[in-house]
């Protein structure tokens, strides 16, 4: 399975970006798609996920800003986010669970600062 995260950028505080992670397979065969995310010194940390039934689980810290969502025809997994912090900056990747292996996309540079 190969992945390819797009759509990070620099957004100001409160502000709105949505990603995208574009699987080279339908990502009906996959049983779950996450997103984490890694700042500066930090551990990367999980931030969402939807299994393939459509339920979704967020961090806490994301919780009610961002939305997990998957375009099935298009084999494509979102994260819509929403009233950006400052705290929100970091290297988005998007990972894939599928035969109970892990895969992971390269990540993608999000910047939350006025």
């Known amino acids: 399975v190969q992945l390819q995260a797009s759509g990070g950028g620099l957004v100001q505080p409160g502000g709105s970006l949505r990603l995208s992670c574009a699987a080279s397979l339908s990502i009906t065969s996959i049983s779950a798609m996450s997103w984490f995310r890694q700042a500066p010194r930090n551990q990367r940390e999980w931030v969402a996920r939807i299994d393939n039934d459509g339920s979704t689980v967020y961090a806490d810290s994301v919780k009610g800003r961002f939305t997990i969502s998957r375009d099935n025809a298009r084999n494509t997994v979102y994260l819509q986010m929403n009233m950006l912090k400052p705290e929100d900056t970091a290297v988005y990747y998007c990972?894939?669970?599928?035969?109970?292996?892990?895969?992971w996309g390269q990540g993608t540079q999000v910047t939350v600062s006025s």
């Open positions: 990972r894939a669970y599928r035969y109970s292996r892990d895969y």
